[in-house]
């Protein structure tokens, strides 16, 4: 038996330096090493500052598209117009350094201690498993080595485990976290969530806490003030909708 990690698993960070600073302290004490399933840039005020923790602090970190796009290695036609202005934006700001780790950035699925770090899909790092339908697919071909992705936002995964195909939950309103445990003979999909934007109707800033050795895996919101977020992106000159959703989490 290897020896035992604790993980505090990140995704979508999208340059939002509140919420990342609210789940580095909610999760104090609870983890050995940090990873993280890309998207560290875009949408967000505080891309620097954001990029600059992440090369300091995170151990493993798979590339997003936005990464792509801040970095200028993205054709951005593909984009819809507030990811397009938001992508620009960022790129203007980004210092020289950021962008030559943006543009450095692995793409997924990259193999940790057991399990893979992928953003979107471990098949394609740009498909959106959002639903079982998306995903069943890919668990189906899947080996038991538990995959962490990002890309949808939404907290949660899937996983096919005795001959069945099924969702996994996330914590509710009422709730700081859940905890199950991966049995190693299922596959799993596991999403931590974004911190910077989430989109699960949950404006809380999402994050998963997993266990090498036990196997369990904690998915968990923390509260941030996500309103000092919105005035940033308005007083930046970001689209106001980036501003707006953050309150909703959608």
């Known amino acids: 038996m290897g020896l035992r990690v604790r993980y505090l698993v990140l995704s979508d960070l999208h340059a939002n330096v509140e919420a990342l600073e609210a789940v580095v302290t909610a999760a104090k004490d609870q983890y050995d090493r940090i990873v993280c399933c890309g998207d560290l840039a875009g949408y967000g005020p505080d891309p620097n500052p954001v990029i600059d923790w992440v090369r300091e602090n995170v151990s493993e970190v798979v590339r997003g598209n936005h990464d792509r796009a801040c970095a200028g290695l993205e054709d951005l036609d593909g984009f ?102 991966l049995d190693p003979d299922a596959a799993w999909l596991v999403n931590p969530g974004s911190v910077g934007q989430p989109r699960d109707e949950d404006w809380r800033a999402a994050y998963a806490l997993f266990d090498s050795e036990t196997r369990v895996l904690a998915l968990c919101r923390a509260r941030y003030d996500c309103g000092k977020t919105a005035k940033k992106i308005v007083a930046g000159g970001l689209p106001d909708l980036l501003a707006s959703r953050l309150r909703v989490g959608r």
Not at 150 to 178: C, K, S, V
Request: proline residues 6%.
């Open 80 to 181: 819809n117009p507030v990811a397009r202005a938001a992508s620009v934006w960022t790129r203007e700001r980004l210092t020289e350094t950021n962008l030559g780790y943006l543009r450095g950035l692995m793409a997924g699925p990259v193999e940790v201690d057991g399990f893979l770090l992928a953003h979107g899909s471990p098949e394609d790092e740009d498909e959106y498993l959002m639903t079982l339908m998306d995903a069943a697919p890919v668990l189906s071909r899947m080996e038991t080595t538990p995959v962490f992705f990002g890309h949808t936002h939404l907290q949660g995964g899937f996983t096919w485990m005795n001959g069945r195909y099924e969702r996994a939950d996330r914590p509710r309103a009422r709730d700081a976290r859940i905890e199950m445990w």
